[in-house]
């Protein structure tokens, strides 16, 4: 069984997204281990990016503070090296297609590999270029994470068959942070999703209430969220871990 698929072995799981280096990756490593000391099932790592598409305000300040600090790729992954030694929860990368083509996609793949990544999210990536990188990923082991947005429609099923890890399935239209209400007929892609594949999804975008998340659990076979825990880090600083901790887990007494 693979680490990702673990995370989805004991009820609903709870994943925890967290940018490296905001303000500083030893902050980011206190944030990671409470998250996973009260019950964070997976976490997801942000690798910063000075064009993060996808994200809302909140991330996009989470990346400026943490490139403006100086956090590089190489310096992360001897951060996440260190922090393996300790953290044994399963752990992705959340970044951008750049970021892999400037590294250099076999290095930083085969990197992944060395220092325990156990999956890869690239929400720039379209599924019909996956192939740029999906070769690779399977040489060094690394789970290729699919996303499935509320406009993915009849491609759907076609994501869902060749899903791997997890399937993150896209709250709602636009970019990441907290919304009021999810309005996405969500059930009705999750009902294709199951119907094509048994790999484990998950829903993000938008989740930052502990009701919100019992919704989408209900729904699906997990929560993600990250703006909410990065609002934490925004507000508090170094002294944030104490704080998220004691929101994940809230966040998964929610969901069990």
């Not at 069984?1 to 980011?28: H, Q, V, W, Y």
């Not at 490593?29 to 996808?54: H, K, M, Q, W, Y």
């Amino acid at each position: 069984m693979s680490k990702i698929r673990a995370a989805f072995e004991n009820g609903k799981a709870f994943i925890a997204f967290i940018t490296c280096g905001d303000p500083d990756l030893e902050t980011t490593a206190a944030a990671v281990r409470a998250a996973v000391e009260n019950g964070a099932d997976l976490i997801e790592l942000g690798i910063p990016f000075s064009d993060p598409t996808a994200e809302g305000p909140v991330i996009q300040g989470a990346n400026l503070r943490a490139l403006n600090g100086g956090v590089t790729t190489e310096k992360i992954f001897t951060f996440v090296k260190e922090l393996r030694r300790d953290v044994k929860a399963p752990m992705v990368f959340m970044t951008y297609a750049n970021v892999v083509f400037s590294y250099g996609a076999d290095k930083f793949i085969s990197t992944c590999r060395d220092i325990d990544i156990d999956g890869l999210i690239l929400p720039d990536l379209p599924f019909e270029e996956k192939d740029e990188f999906l070769p690779l990923c399977h040489k060094y082991g690394v789970s290729l994470v699919s996303l499935i947005a509320p406009t993915s429609e009849k491609r759907v099923a076609m994501i869902a068959k060749e899903a791997e890890g997890f399937l993150y399935i896209v709250s709602s239209l636009g970019v990441t942070g907290a919304r009021s209400e999810i309005k996405t007929d969500l059930k009705s892609i999750v009902d294709v999703v199951r119907e094509n594949t048994d790999v484990p999804c998950a829903i993000g975008f938008g989740i930052s209430t502990p009701e919100q998340a019992k919704k989408m659990a209900e729904l699906s076979d997990g929560a993600i969220v990250g703006s909410a825990i990065i609002k934490l880090l925004e507000k508090y600083g170094k002294g944030a871990p104490k704080y998220i901790g004691e929101y994940v887990r809230c966040m998964k007494d929610a969901l069990r």
